[in-house]
């Protein structure tokens, strides 16, 4: 895996690490409050979707915050991360749970120590956007999964950023002047078009092929680039709204902006707005299963 100082930032213990053990006891703005959200999304759909018996590995467990609630569940999770100090603070956050409710191991997610279809669901929580190696990534996942596996990927989209932000909200005219003059001269978009359906599979052993999946990632690229390669998408969704801001100056204090990212989320729900509002939302919830080998 290729690690930068983002990642060396913020999952060691020199630096954040612990930070992101305690946000979930104690969230104090928006961005807590959604990691929090966020932690409880997954527990949820995997609850409603995932009988006890499913062997589930949480891939970039961090803290273990996931996995805790999962086994509090009635779970055996599989919790695995590239950073040793998260690994060192997921099994003491486990530690309270008989032995045989959970593994926790350091291990890369470019080359997973498991067999072949070992897994009926692979989750990964904000772990995508830290390497460049995501082809790779991914058919490492396919290849640990099951025949028809699940995997529940969440990363963070930044269409939300530029919905609430005013500044970039005024810039957004040019943005779309912008877009339009490349397709007018059939220029290439960074971002290709979402096509999952009919997008070819590319073969599991190919080289990496430019693909990535950023920490702020816009919906129609994920999808499109997930599905060519051996996945089909099976849900996605959204949480979170806001805050409304100018440049960096945020308009609203911490409790009145997750006060209205909580109506948000619960109005578009009740008024049947979500299909088209999970396109904004910040953060992105996408479940995939494996597609058979071409």
């Known amino acids: ?12 213990k020199t630096h954040k690490a612990e930070y992101w053990d305690r946000l979930y006891e104690h969230p104090s703005n928006l961005f807590e409050h959604l990691m929090v959200q966020r932690r409880d999304y997954a527990q949820r759909y995997v609850c409603e979707h995932f009988g006890a018996a499913a062997r589930i590995l949480d891939l970039g467990c961090g803290a273990g915050v996931l996995s805790e609630r999962l086994i509090e569940s009635g779970y055996r999770v599989t919790c695995v991360d590239a950073s040793d100090d998260m690994v060192e603070l997921c099994s003491a956050r486990l530690g309270r749970f008989p032995r045989d409710t959970h593994t926790v191991l350091a291990a890369n997610c470019l080359r997973l120590p498991f067999p072949d279809g070992h897994f009926d669901l692979v989750v990964t929580m904000g772990m995508f956007g830290y390497f460049d190696e995501v082809s790779q990534a991914l058919r490492e996942i396919r290849r640990v999964l099951r025949p028809e596996g699940t995997l529940l990927l969440s990363v963070r989209n930044p269409n939300n950023h530029y919905l609430f932000d005013l500044a970039e909200l005024a810039r957004l005219p040019v943005r779309l002047a912008g877009k339009l003059f490349r397709k007018a001269f059939k220029l290439r978009a960074r971002e290709a078009p979402i096509k ?80 088209a509002s999970r396109w904004l939302a910040d953060v992105s919830f996408y479940v995939f299963t494996t597609r058979p080998n071409p």
Not at 213 to 222: C, D, G, H
């Open 1 to 12: 895996m290729t690690e930068n100082r983002t990642y060396t930032d913020l999952f060691t």
């Open 196 to 275: 999952p359906s009919s997008a070819a599979p590319l073969g599991l052993d190919a080289p990496d092929d430019g693909f990535r999946i950023r920490m702020f990632q816009s919906p129609a690229p994920l999808i499109s680039g997930v599905s060519q390669r051996g996945y089909r998408l099976v849900h996605f969704d959204g949480i979170g709204y806001g805050p409304p801001a100018i440049g960096e100056r945020q308009l609203l204090p911490a409790r009145a902006a997750v006060a209205l990212s909580n109506f948000l989320n619960r109005f578009f729900r009740r008024a049947g707005l979500q299909r």
